[in-house]
């Protein structure tokens, strides 16, 4: 599992989180909206998060 050092990450549960590091391993992720228009943080939402089924919490 390769980091990629250009996506921070904290998602721990997120299949794509670099274990120790607190970093992504995708290449990309995709940022979208959970409303039809947001100005809050709140309103957005990492639309490549997969839970990751495999580790146990």
Do not use: P, R
């Not at 050092?5 to 590091?21: F, L, M, N, P």
Request: charge should be negative; charged fraction near 25%.
């Amino acid at each position: 599992m390769e980091i990629n050092s250009s996506i921070g990450c904290s998602v721990t549960e997120c299949q794509y989180h670099a274990g120790e590091k607190q970093y992504c391993t995708l290449d990309k992720i995709m940022v979208g909206k959970s409303e039809s228009y947001t100005s809050k943080v709140e309103g957005t939402d990492c639309e490549s998060f997969k839970v990751n089924e495999n580790k146990t919490y």
